[in-house]
Every structure is written in C-alpha cells, then in structure tokens.
C-alpha cells in the first residue's frame, strides 16, 4: 500500500486536530492555515486531548497553496460557509490522482466539489467530535474523534467499499481515529442531519444548551418533531433510517455533558452560520421531493433573520 | 340614559389611560392599584397624549376590593396572567346588574369570567392603542386609543348590538375614545390575534421590533404564515376574515413606527408572558377543531421554553 500524503485546508479544532494525529502517526501532512499562520509556522501544533496531549513543534504550514505539494488526500476542514473559496484553493493541491475528502456537516455540499475537481475524486466524512481551538494552533480534544468517510457518487446514488476508502480508513486507523466505511454517503448524511438540523437550530434561536432544549417538555418534543421531519426527507430519497433511530438520538444527547452547538458558537462569535448546509439545502431537498416541512421552513427563516442580524452587527 | 359607574381593575397603561380619560369626561370612576397603590393615591393620574396632556390630583384609588363600591361597569385591564386573581377581586366589586369588560388580548377567556360573574354580566373588548405606564401613575399615550366591545354569549355565539352596548360606547365617546361596536366578538378576537400571535410570539423568539421583522424577507414570509395559520383557525370556527385582511394587517405593520410588542416588554422585564391567551387557547381551538398549524405549535413551543426560563432568571 503506498503511503499517502495529506493536505489539510483550514487549520482550526477539526481540521487541527486530524492533521496533527496523521503527522503523528507518520504520514506526511501539509497544512493550509489562514489567520494562525504565523503561529503555526513558528511553534507548530499543539493538542490537549483525553488520550494524551501532544505538541508537534514542527508542521508543515503554508499560507499560499501554490506553496503547497500535490497530495493524494486533501482533507477540507473549513466551515461550509467558505467553500466559495474552494475553485482556487483545490486545484493546484489535488494530485491528479487524489481525492478531496469534506470532512463538513450538512447536505448537498459534494456536488460543488465535483464541478472543480471531478465526481471520481470526490469523499465525504463526518466527523462526531467535540474539539475546540483555544488558541491559534491550540486545540483542545474534548471527547469522540469518530469519522465516517464515503465516496462520492453523482446524485448520492451507494456505491461500494472502494479501495482508496480502505487505505485512507488504514491511514486515519494508524493515527488512532476510529472510522466507519459508509457505502452511502447520503444515508451518512442524513443521519447526522437528524442531530443537527434541531440541536443547532434551536440553539442558536433560543440561545440554549442541549440540556436545556431536552429539559423543557415542550422543546423535547419540539426536538422530536424536527427530527421527524428530517426523517421524512431521507424517506423520500429512499433512505429509511431504522424506527429507534430518533429515540436512539434523543437518549444520546440525554446522556451527553450540556453541549453548546458549533453553530452556536459560530452566532455568538458574530461568524456567518453554516446554515444553507445544515438547514437550507435539506429544505431544498425536502420542497424538491414535495415533503411537508413546516417546522424546518420555520427554523430556517428564524435562522435567516438572526444570522442575517448578526452579521451587520459589530463584532 | 342612568350615569354609569366603572371601576378599573389593574391601573397600569391600558387601565389607568382609559380609567383617567372617563373621570376626565364626568364619569365615576374607582381604581384598584396593586403595586403603586400609595403614589396614586396621594398624587393621583398623570396622562401625557399628543390629544392633550393632563393629569387628576385625586383619584379614587383602592388597594382592597371590599374597600370599594360596586360599579356598573367593571373593566378588567390586568394581564391576562393575573386572571386567577379574578374571583377573589369580582364579585364585591360588580353590581347585581353590572357587567365586567375584560379589555385584555387572547383567545377564550371570558368563558373563566363567566364562571365567576354568570354568562349574562361579562363583556369582551380589544384596545388598539401604543401606551407604556413610565412611572407609577404616569402614563404616556402614544397614539391610538381604539377600544372594540361586544357582548359574551356562551361559546363566543354572536348577539346584537345591546343596550349597555350602546350606552358603555356613550361613555366612551364622552371620554373622547374612538369605540366600534361587534356583534360577534369571537371575530373581533381572531381578527386581533392574526396581528398578535405572529409579532408577538416573534418579537420574543427574535427578539425583534416589528420593523426589523418586516424588513427581513424571510421572517416576512413567516409572520405571513403565522397569520394564515390564525385565519385558519378562525375560518374552523366559521369566522371568514376578509381575503385582503393579511394583507392589510401586513401594510398596517409596514407603516407603523418601529414597535416593541407587549409581550416583548414583559418579557424583557422578566413578567410572566401572556402566552396562554395569545397564543395556547388559539392553539387548543385549532386542536380542538382538527386544524393542522405546525408554525403556531413551533412558536407556542419555543414561547413556553423562553418563559419558563426568564421566570427563573434572577429579576
């Protein structure tokens, strides 16, 4: 199996803390970073982490990608709400070869990738994590570090276990991430859409913690139904999620510590939301297939106004 | 014609306005004061109103019922979420053939009076008017002053127009307040929600101005649907609200200053939230009828959330 080489685009909690775990584990990894540039170039990266705290004193950093070596896997860690800087930014890394791996939240965000580097070199991931940058090039690992990768295929349709996917599953494997191979990527998507499209939302329009949402009856079932009507979509494209997987939801995050959503986060740092992603692009598929919507129609121009306000606010 | 007497129950904006304006007119008038019992006693009304500013030295100010007179006339102007305060407060205060007008917004809540007072002596009537109490005893009008009045007949039937009717809209009139007369006062209450559920509820929700949310296209479309989600209701209750009414309501809207709804005033000065008038009892009429509004029930939910935590928040 040859060794494969990484880029990383967008350095923060995500895309930080998998990048540093791969060059630990030996691979060769190459970071794209914005703001912490500078810091990263100087002092590397450093990962506070319930399975260990490591620094890397010395990272590959680039501000510029035509700095950056051709990999065979580039790993897009940004917020979706700066893929419209993706047509520079992929080509001059992408080895012909290679493959672009989203490791992003929400729906229907491939197909843009496929249009600038083609639908053969196209995976997605999902990432179940809680990680924070505390600091420029300082991350802190909370807990999971679980990611589920899947090739690509136009429109969604399954396709199988490629090899490319096991060799990548190897490599995330070496640097003790767990990973799960999905054949569809879709169903991958919509599972864990079924999370965040309530958790996120609600969040952010009223400014609550995951306990909070799930401690007040009348938001518990609130949860619920957009959950349902998350459901509802994945049916119409064919994708059933098994009958307890709602239930399943709700115990997890009964279970889980008080959570801030990172789309909470975002809000309350004044950043654009990922909203077309994680709500706005499952509605277009929900109006596209004819699905009754209400609750997500009306999370998503909650989410509209608010975001929309905070961006005109100073910062 | 017999002089009428009225006793004002809640000397707040709405109370104290109205209560002032009769006394002013020749009427007599008894005001029952909670909180600024003693400035309203020993200094008594102030009114600012761009019809005229004045004020009334002496008022008749009570802190007890059974302190005060029967009256003729009992207008009820406390929130709607004082009202199981109401049996104790009535009965002294209302004469054998005396009536009490609830001047309160919601949805199903003269039946509760009618429990107290008998179905024949209870009165229902919807203030349009901008009006804030700044200090104890001192109120300032700001525009409008629109009162709509009608009988209650059990289940919200419609009547005529009555002879206390007319003669309540005299005093009224002397009192320089614009009055209409409805036979059919359950319309009345479904026009005025299709305004109040959706500024209301979103104005806590976004913690918004009316401006603010008519200037998004998004929550623009959503305060739409909130309205036809009421006119639904209403349209289950055979109350057919005229087909432009929407769209009035929405000019109406445009053009006013920017507003602050009531609700967002309680709610911001951590009062209980007049929610179950304005926006629970709609929602268990839609119930009721087997009418399907997932937006109501959506801000109905997200409003029982907001309460319940401003309520625990330290004041």
């Known amino acids: 199996m040859a060794t494969r080489s990484y880029a990383i685009v967008g350095t923060g909690a995500v895309g930080g803390f998998y990048g540093a775990r791969l060059q630990k584990a030996g691979l060769e990894v190459h970071f794209l970073v914005d703001r912490d540039y500078e810091v990263v170039r100087t002092q590397g990266l450093r990962i506070d982490s319930p399975n260990g705290n490591f620094t890397l004193p010395k990272v590959n950093a680039y501000h510029d990608v035509h700095q950056m070596p051709p990999c065979d896997v580039v790993i897009v860690a940004l917020k979706t709400t700066q893929n419209h800087i993706l047509p520079q930014l992929l080509p001059p890394i992408v080895k012909p070869d290679g493959v672009v791996l989203l490791l992003q939240n929400g729906f229907n965000i491939e197909p843009k990738i496929a249009e600038i580097v083609g639908e053969a070199r196209v995976m997605g991931g999902l990432c179940f994590i809680c990680a924070n940058k505390i600091e420029p090039g300082y991350i802190q690992h909370i807990d999971y570090s679980d990611v589920h990768l899947g090739d690509y295929h136009a429109q969604y349709q399954p396709g199988g276990i490629s090899e490319r996917m096991i060799e990548i599953a190897a490599n995330f494997k070496q640097a003790e991430i767990p990973v799960e191979l ?134």
């Open 182 to 315: 999905t054949e569809d990527l879709m169903l991958s998507r919509w599972k864990k859409l079924v999370w965040n499209i309530p958790y996120n939302g609600l969040s952010v329009v009223l400014n609550a913690r995951t306990d909070e949402m799930m401690g007040n009856p009348e938001t518990r079932v609130l949860v619920k139904e957009l959950m349902q009507e998350v459901v509802a979509i994945a049916s119409s494209y064919n994708r059933h999620l098994p009958d307890d997987y709602i239930q399943l939801m709700l115990d997890h995050t009964d279970q889980m510590r008080p959570y801030l959503t990172s789309m909470k986060l975002d809000y309350d740092a004044h950043r654009p939301l990922e909203l077309e992603a994680i709500v706005g692009n499952p509605l277009q598929a929900a109006i596209a297939h004819g699905v009754n919507v209400p609750k997500i129609t009306m999370l998503y121009q909650q989410l509209k106004f608010l975001d929309s306000r905070n961006q005109t606010i100073d910062k």
